[in-house]
């Protein structure tokens, strides 16, 4: 919850805070007045209590004013980041989730040779409009190999330095960053603890060109694609009520743009444009002064939502479906083993449906298809009330493996390899579909979580199986899970059983599903799962299991079957007639990487 949130809870108890902020005051009809920040008796600060202004607060006398967040700093000679958190306890609001266990970052040490720039980047920077007192505000160094000098950008935050980025100030393209150093924002340094607006740029020149405008202001570490300061920084960011993303003025710019101010609240978010210049560093050496920044920054605009746009919009869109270029981006595929099925996408902003008979395996196919997710880079998180979190990870290490028991070293490197790529929702039994999707929101935010899993709808506690209003009530949830994976670009996997059939003969179909016609009506993709059954031991060349999709809404392919083999003691589905298994967790030791 960021500070543009605990300003509006605090607004709508704005008496309650202003009589805990201001003890000494009195309430006026419609305002609280009190003679200073201290709560001394007097007239001269008044704190709104009702109508549109309610939370806004003035000091006459001293020209101080603010919403109540900002009163609470006053009062309280605090930080942000302190008020914030006193008020979060004052509120009774707790964090979504509990914090994760700190990653390990290597510190930079500053080199040896990095000294003050001179002629070399110090003219370079120069020249592109910044002046010496912004150099060294930002404490930017030189380095020279051979007949290479570099500009040294430190990233300093807390006192310490966090990371530093090397360019080559004749070649863009030769650039480099601490390796394993944390990725954060640049320019934490300069940033006045008590602000609540603040931009975030693409680069680190265009930072320090608003910070000479006098614009506190901050730079990623790796441009407009790369978002990992999003986690790192995710507490310190939470303090702003405004943040002015000023990204580049190309499409690159604009999609990260989209993607920082959907993850970092959108309604907090406004998108800055230079008037013509590609960035903020252009316009400075197009000759803006201070006040041209200060204009565009005024005019600075929120995200349309999403739901209003131009159908035109769509154009590029349309032909990369009629002619997708090879080397493009897609949506992962659906990977079994080392195959890929390009005719299945896992589309953001969809949901599937997975079925099954009980004990065919559905919740198991399901697990290695996240696993070939993962293994195109995507991350995942899995609520299962039904299977305890330990035995998960067992039947994924397995899966990953392609092993019966590999080695606990092997196992270690499962666990590395995942633990940037899964998370849990860590409920063993019936939880609520509320909390859920708003866990899995904070997860999408500030995770980039991109594929939740639900198994299944019966582990609901607020969505019935069956009685008086059931039906209503899992259509409602259907609609909620489909609006979630619209909002945050995501694709929900939801388990659902079917109704019992009179034998285990063939697979179910999507009318088979249990309960409402609109878990898959709704849904945008249906799959089933069945499985031959056969004996322990009893392996002949037949297939032991099918996986078919029913519905693809989407999708050039509305219908399509799997044939595939399971390898028993790796719970592994693989589409080799020998059963022979792949490792997709890479490991050295030899023994451990074979597959069976």
């Not at 006398?61 to 004052?90: F, H, P």
């Not at 595929?333 to 559905?362: A, C, Q």
């Not at 609609?479 to 659902?496: D, T």
Request: proline share 5%; glycine share 8%.
């Amino acid at each position: 919850m960021n500070a543009h949130d605990i300003a509006r809870l605090l607004a709508d108890r704005a008496a309650d805070v202003a009589a805990h902020l201001l003890p000494g005051g009195k309430r006026n009809g419609k305002e609280w007045k009190a003679g200073s920040v201290t709560g001394e008796a007097g007239q001269s600060l008044s704190v709104c209590l009702a109508g549109e202004k309610r939370g806004v607060w003035a000091d006459f006398a001293s020209g101080e004013g603010g919403d109540l967040l900002d009163l609470w700093v006053a009062c309280r000679c605090t930080s942000m980041a302190d008020a914030i958190r006193e008020a979060k306890q004052y509120l009774g609001v707790r964090d979504t989730l509990p914090q994760p266990p700190a990653k390990t970052y290597r510190r930079p040490e500053r080199q040896a040779n990095c000294v003050t720039p001179k002629a070399g980047a110090r003219d370079w920077l120069q020249s592109r409009g910044l002046t010496p007192e912004t150099l060294a505000a930002f404490k930017i160094g030189e380095v020279v190999h051979g007949s290479k000098t570099y500009a040294v950008f430190p990233y300093l935050r807390d006192g310490e330095l966090i990371n530093a980025k090397s360019r080559n100030v004749a070649d863009k393209k030769d650039m480099r960053q601490e390796a394993g150093a944390e990725p954060c924002l640049f320019g934490w340094h300069l940033i006045d603890p008590k602000a609540r607006t603040v931009a975030i740029c693409e680069g680190e020149i265009d930072a320090m060109t608003l910070h000479q405008a006098g614009i506190p202001a901050l730079s990623v570490n790796q441009g407009a694609g790369n978002h990992q300061w999003i986690e790192t920084d995710w507490d310190r960011l939470g303090r702003f009520s405004e943040i002015l993303i000023c990204f580049d003025d190309d499409e690159a710019g604009k999609k990260g743009a989209q993607e920082v101010a959907n993850r970092l609240a959108i309604e907090r978010c406004k998108l800055v444009t230079f008037q013509g210049h590609k960035d903020a560093n252009e316009a400075l050496q197009a000759g803006w002064e201070p006040a041209d920044f200060r204009e565009s920054l005024m005019s600075a605009r929120h995200l349309d939502p999403d739901e209003l746009v131009s159908i035109a919009d769509f154009r590029d869109q349309v032909k990369a479906l009629f002619y997708p270029a090879p080397d493009g981006p897609h949506s992962p595929v659906l990977r079994m083993g080392r195959t890929d099925y390009d005719w299945f996408e896992f589309r953001p902003g969809e949901y599937s449906v997975w079925t099954g008979i009980n004990g065919h395996g559905k919740s198991l196919m399901n697990n290695q298809v996240l696993l070939g997710l993962m293994d195109q880079g995507e991350r995942v998180c899995v609520f299962s009330g039904e299977l305890p979190p330990a035995q998960q990870l067992k039947r994924l290490v397995k899966q990953a493996t392609g092993l019966d028991r590999p080695t606990s070293a092997y196992i270690d490197a499962v666990a590395g390899w995942v633990r940037d790529r899964m998370w849990l929702f860590n409920v063993t039994g019936v939880a609520t579909l509320g909390r859920l999707l708003e866990v899995f929101a904070y997860g999408a935010k500030r995770y980039g979580i991109r594929h939740f899993v639900i198994d299944s709808l019966m582990m609901l506690g607020d969505v019935p199986e069956d009685g008086p209003g059931a039906f209503s009530a899992q259509k409602s949830a259907v609609q909620k899970i489909a609006a979630f994976a619209k909002q945050h670009g995501a694709h929900i996997h939801l388990i659902a059983h079917p109704r019992k059939a009179g034998d285990e003969s063939k697979a179910p179909g999507k009318l088979d599903v249990s309960g409402s016609s609109r878990i898959t009506d709704a849904a945008d993709n249906v799959f089933s799962v069945w499985s031959a059954r056969k004996e322990d031991g009893e392996e002949d060349d037949k297939p032991d299991a099918l996986l078919e999709l029913n519905k693809q809404r989407n999708g050039e392919v509305q219908h399509r079957k799997l044939w595939l083999w399971f390898n028993r003691q790796a719970q592994q589905y693989t589409t080799r007639s020998d059963r022979k298994t792949v490792a997709f967790v890479p490991f050295r030791a030899d023994s451990d990487v074979r597959a069976m």
